[in-house]
């Protein structure tokens, strides 16, 4: 289990490298992204936000998209957050989302 000074480190880059890989891919697909402790990602057609944040009391990444919510934890092994039930990455779960919102494959 991470330490308060380790979930904010690993979040923080985690989310940081996210938002890099999602600031090369709006240009191509036509959405917005920002970042400041919280990323968010916003859609004009048709219209959505999707947000994903540290959530540092329960030592999560919190992923909010298409009316669900996802809570990925720490995977040492991995060294990622993923959605323990399904193994899935953050990236994997944003990657989707974005996909199903544009109804076309993105890549990150």
Known sequence: MLDPQEFQLKSDE??????RA?????????????????????FEEPPAKFVISPN????QVWVSAHQKSYKLDWDAARAEFVVPETGMSLKQVVEDAVAK??????AL
């Open 101 to 106: 919102q544009l109804g076309e494959p993105v």
């Open 22 to 42: 999602l600031t090369k891919a709006a240009d191509e697909h036509g959405f917005d992204t920002d970042f400041g402790g919280t990323l968010t990602i916003e």
């Open 56 to 59: 540092a009391p329960v030592k």
């Open 14 to 19: 985690a989310l940081g490298k996210l938002h």
